[in-house]
Each structure stands twice: as structure tokens, then as C-alpha cells.
């Protein structure tokens, strides 16, 4: 007994290819605006010269993390945005794989931070009591201190000024005792919530993101894999429907695994 179907080529899944490149155009672009801000501050070396000495991070210069982290956003979302339009399984593989790498690195930088949290804490305060230090001796210093205590009532422009003439109750508001780490402490405490959430919402963008992407590559693969049959089943490159034929024999009991066979239709 013979029996035939019309055996369909795979195809790749438009939603997917698109939502992937759709993706990797926001990141690109993010990538690009940190490049921007990256250069903007190299260019600007004049004004920002004591950049470095602020941070008191040994000569480390804050301007490169923010090339080093737009460098990495730029060529991630380029590669996914080619690899997806252009159906490049080895852009997607690179996209998906330096993903990956990203995401166990925040992974692991997540663990340490909890567990030498105590460190970290210790290396804060040590870090801003220093540049408390420098506060008036450089301006760019001052400037980016009192932007960064404009939030929440911490500022120490005028900090108890004319005090005396005034209640106690309203000497609390015009006196700030909390520090910049106990009030972040407070901060992360009362929206803890907030925060896990967000970090929690990135790390499953990036894990949808693998996902997506190697499907894709899943897909791309099993249309390459396809191409040659067809070939090989038309060779005169005419468009004919291929047409799988299974053939069973039934020997007495026993039964013979059926033998499938690819060709064309004749016209």
C-alpha cells in the first residue's frame, strides 16, 4: 500500500525575526547614546580634567566605562539587528552567547554583592568621605555633589542656616542629620520591591531574549538543512512539489519499518 502527502520546506518565523530586530534597535540605541555621553566627556577633558582624581579609583577614569559600556551595547545590538534581518544564524549565535556571558556576570556580581555586602558598604563610605574632602577644591566636584544631594532633602546648601530663629519643629527640616549611605541604606530598604523588580524584569528580557534568538537560529538552520533535498529532488531547479512516499510491508506478523522516499511530481 502506497500513500503520499505534500511534504512543506520550513520557514522562519516572521513575529520572532522581527520582535528580535525590533529589540536590538532599542539596545543599539542605547548603545549609541552612551558612546555619545562617553565621547561628549573625552572631548570635554578640559572641564571634566579631574575626572579621575574625583572617583580616587587609582587613575581609573569613569569616562571609559562609559565607552566600554556603549562599545559592548552598539556591537551586541548590531549583531542582533543584522543577524535577525539578514538571517545570519552566526550574529545570532554571537548575540545570544555574549548575552549569555552578560547574564551570568550580573549573576555573579549579584551573589558577591550579597554576600561581601558588608565590604562594599565599607568601600562606599570610604569613597565619599574622600571626595567630601575635595569638595571645595574642585568645582566640577561641587557641582556633581550638590546635583546628586538636590534629591530627598539632603542637600547641604545653607544646611541650618538661621536656625536659632526658628521652632524645633521646623529646625528638623532645615537640619539634616542622616548621611549619604544610611539614607541610600533606607532608600533600597523601603523599595526593595521596586528594585528586585527591575532587576528581576532584566534578567528575564535577557534570558527571552537567548531564547528567541536561538530559535531563530533553530529555524535558520532547519531551512538551510532543507535546501539541499530540494535540490537534489529537482534538479532542473523547476518548481515542483515534492511528494513523501511511505512504503510498508507486512510480512505475517511482523512488520518491515516503513522506507521513505523523496521525489518529485511528475507534470
Known sequence: MMSGKHF?????????????????????????????????????????????????????DPVWLFLVVGGVMFILGFAGCIGALRENSFLLK???????????????AGVLAF??????????????????????????????????????DVINTQCGYDIRAKTDSEQRTHIYMKGCVPQFEKW??????????????IALLQIFGICLAQNLVSDIEAGERELPVKSATNPGNKESPVVLFTVMEIIGPSIVPSVRLFSPLSH
Open 188 to 201: 533600597l530598604q523601603d523599595n526593595l520591591t521596586v528594585v528586585a523588580g527591575i532587576f528581576i524584569g
Open 8 to 60: 512543506k520546506a520550513h520557514e522562519v518565523s516572521c513575529c520572532i525575526k522581527y520582535f528580535i530586530f525590533g529589540f536590538n534597535v532599542i539596545f543599539w540605541f542605547l548603545g549609541v547614546a552612551f558612546l555619545a555621553i562617553g565621547l561628549w566627556a573625552w572631548s570635554e577633558k578640559g572641564v571634566l580634567s579631574n575626572i579621575s582624581s574625583i572617583t580616587d579609583l587609582g587613575g581609573f
Open 94 to 108: 554571537f548575540f545570544s552567547v555574549f548575552l549569555g556571558i552578560i547574564f551570568f556576570l550580573e549573576l555573579t
Open 115 to 152: 554576600v561581601f555586602k558588608d565590604w562594599i558598604k565599607d568601600q562606599l563610605n570610604f569613597f565619599i568621605n574622600n571626595n567630601i574632602r575635595a569638595y571645595r577644591d574642585d568645582i566640577d566636584l561641587q557641582n556633581l555633589i550638590d546635583f546628586t544631594q538636590e534629591y530627598e
